[in-house]
């Protein structure tokens, strides 16, 4: 069909992320760029944008609206190329006309995208393949970057003698290669169960005391990352999802659309915190900003806040605490050579 005038690229960015150096802002001539954000969007943004040549509107949280404010602009139709969240929700609030699905002959992406189990093996033939539940033994140690994959939500918690088990929903599709292992809010532990989009944990009750799962209520959210893979690239930091302590979220403040969080902990941990070293806090790996005797603080960018269950933290919430590995190495190392303080207290010494 001929058309008389150029496509317009329509962008929803809600928080209106996108950079001024975006290749779609380079090729303006090829079409007009709206960009469709929300109504809590940043001025200083949608200035810089609309200085490198886009057009913004502003039409809050649903689609719907964003497509009133597109009619005028001369856009009758819209072909929705997107992840999941946009396609859901154009679903949920009915504003697609159709739905055209393609099947490709060959994958277009890797295989765990579909879901698909295919275990990669590394070594000679007969090796145990470390992402398999043929490699998991006893003595596997899974290993976290701290870069959360998913909020899950409790479903249910019931005794299992001394213990508890837990139900949570997860929203990845995972098979039993990756499913062996998880961490939630920063413990690591051993998925015992799956249904559909759901699996089952098992927390021991020195877990449940040292960790806040014994705190856990139907509803709360937790974060999930499944153990990194052996091939798979570092983000964070290493987190093993063993838990040094319980801290204590003392304050929240907001700076912009930043956040500001400061966490108490025991004393006793004092010489693995370094200013502007690593820290896990609910299985988060975060950058101590700035470091007190007994308290430190972070700052949460909109994204990490947005995607962990920090969205629901209220002061005097408890939080799940572990410190840097490779402080602890170096701390047990000058303890055995004898450079440890007299009357100081063990390295990671189970309070009293």
């Known amino acids: 069909m001929y058309r008389d005038r150029p496509l317009a690229r329509v962008i929803f960015d809600r928080r209106l992320r996108t950079p001024v150096s975006a290749r779609v802002l380079t090729t303006l001539d090829a079409g007009p760029v709206i960009l469709v954000a929300g109504s809590d969007a940043p001025d200083m943004a949608a200035r810089a944008l609309e200085s490198a040549g886009a057009a913004v509107v502003r039409a809050g949280d649903g689609v719907t609206g964003a497509l009133s404010l597109l009619v005028p602009m001369g856009i009758q139709s819209l072909l929705v190329e997107g ?4 396609h859901a929700a154009f679903w949920r609030e009915r504003a697609a006309d159709a739905v055209r699905l393609v099947v490709t002959p060959r994958a277009l992406a890797r295989p765990e995208y579909h879901g698909w189990s295919i275990p990669s093996r590394r070594g000679p033939p007969g090796a145990s393949c470390p992402c398999s539940p043929a490699g998991a033994t006893s003595s596997s140690k899974p290993m976290f970057t701290g870069l959360i994959e998913h909020v899950g939500r409790v479903e249910g918690l019931h005794p299992i003698g001394a213990a508890t088990g837990s139900r949570s929903r997860r929203p990845w599709r995972g098979t039993s290669a990756t499913a062996t292992a998880s961490r939630s809010t920063g413990v690591c532990l051993t998925v015992v169960g799956r249904v559909d989009r759901r699996f089952v944990t098992e927390i021991g009750p020195e877990t449940a005391r040292v960790t806040t ?6 509803g709360a959210l937790v974060n999930l990352e499944r153990p990194m ?3 798979g690239r570092m983000g964070g930091h290493f987190v093993l999802g063993h838990v040094d302590c319980k801290g204590v979220l003392r304050a929240i403040r907001a700076d912009g659309e930043f956040w500001w969080i400061t966490i108490g902990f025991d004393p006793g941990l004092a ?3 370094i200013p502007k070293g690593s820290v896990a806090v609910d299985g988060i790996s975060l950058t101590v900003a700035t470091l007190r005797e007994a308290e430190f603080d972070v700052q949460i960018i909109p994204f990490t806040w947005e ?3 920090l969205q629901a933290s209220r002061p005097g919430d408890g939080v799940n605490l572990e410190v840097d590995v490779i402080g602890k190495y170096v701390v047990r190392v000058a303890q055995l050579a004898g450079m440890w303080p007299a009357g100081g207290r063990a390295p990671l010494a189970p309070p009293s």
């Not at 799962?213 to 139907?218: C, V």
Request: glycine share 10%; no cysteine.
């Open 271 to 273: 010489p693995y915190f």
């Open 83 to 86: 992840g999941p969240t946009l």
């Open 229 to 231: 893979r052996p091939d």
């Open 307 to 309: 995607h962990t269950n």
């Open 213 to 218: 799962l014994g705190d856990l209520r139907p």
